[in-house]
């Protein structure tokens, strides 16, 4: 069924386990992701993002797929939007029926950030919905998932108290969208940022942590896992294997039901090595 964000973080944050959030594109990733979840019998987070709201042209018709998808599953699944940075998307999220948001703010002014993370925290609080977000850093430009940017535990602890978020996504060394699982994080400064922060941790850019150090990244204090490259380079592996295979095909649930088949072995995969 369809879960709060808040549930499920809470149970594996007590429980020292990572939850895999997964990011959506069309309604094969959703049904792969809930499937592999399923095997595994863990809770997951079906994302959404932004950039993927604008591939799509609207947010209605793939956001309610992720929904049924969610409410006919067997296990607790999170219908999250990703890396919002408009509010309008926000409140249409809200609106639909999404049971969290990211607030992506990480490129404004800090203070900027602060109040307009406020305010979507007032309307999905109100709405029984949670909230991700982070803190940038000051005039960057990309956001706070690159390369050698840090967060400070003290600004991370502050930035919670300040905007009542439900999780906080923090730069610890991972960066987005890398296709080489090579990505180095510093453990004793996530260990150092759970000490200091009461909410659940958000770990971004995890396609590029290697499996043993993403179980490490879990056991320091890491608590949600979000996995979007990695897993649309194993969709299109099988895609372009399939197409390879049968140059006649023209079936297209030929090559996307290969697909979809794989993502979800590589989502069980995952969900067992954070969970388990
Ligand atoms: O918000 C989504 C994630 O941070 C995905 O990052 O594509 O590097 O795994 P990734
Ligand atoms: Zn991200």
């Known amino acids: ?98 049971t969290s948001v990211m607030y992506d703010g990480s490129t404004l002014p800090v203070e900027e950030n602060l109040a307009t993370t406020r305010r979507v925290v007032e309307r999905a609080h109100g709405l029984g919905a949670s909230v991700e977000a982070e803190i940038g850093e000051i ?19 502050r930035f919670v108290q300040e905007t009542g978020i439900d999780a906080v996504a923090v730069a610890v060394g991972s960066s987005h969208a890398m296709t080489e699982r090579t990505a180095r994080l510093d453990l004793d400064l996530i260990t150092a940022i759970r000490d200091a922060v009461p909410v659940p941790l958000v770990l971004h850019g995890s396609s590029g942590v290697p499996d043993d150090h993403l179980r490490e990244a879990v056991t320091a204090g890491m608590t949600k896992i979000n996995i979007s490259t990695h897993l649309n380079a194993t969709f299109t592996r099988a895609v372009r294997d399939a197409l390879a295979a049968d140059p006649a095909l023209v079936d297209p649930r030929t090559y996307l039901g290969a697909a979809r088949t794989a993502t979800a072995r590589e989502v069980e995969r995952l969900v067992r090595l954070l969970a388990d």
């Open 1 to 98: 069924p369809r879960a709060a964000l808040t549930d499920v973080l809470s149970a594996a944050q007590s429980g020292r386990r990572g939850v895999g959030a997964f990011n959506v594109i069309q309604v094969e990733h959703a049904e792969a992701i809930v499937a592999g979840a399923g095997a595994a019998g863990r809770p997951t987070v079906l994302q959404l993002s932004e950039n993927a709201v604008r591939y799509h042209g609207a947010l209605a018709a793939v956001g309610r797929a992720m929904l049924a998808v969610a409410d006919a599953a067997d296990v607790p699944v999170v219908v999250h939007l990703d890396h919002a940075t408009g509010v309008e998307l926000v409140e249409e999220a809200l609106d639909l029926g999404f």
């Open 139 to 157: 005039g960057g430009k990309d956001g706070v998932h690159a390369p050698g940017v840090r967060t400070r535990p003290e600004d991370a602890a």
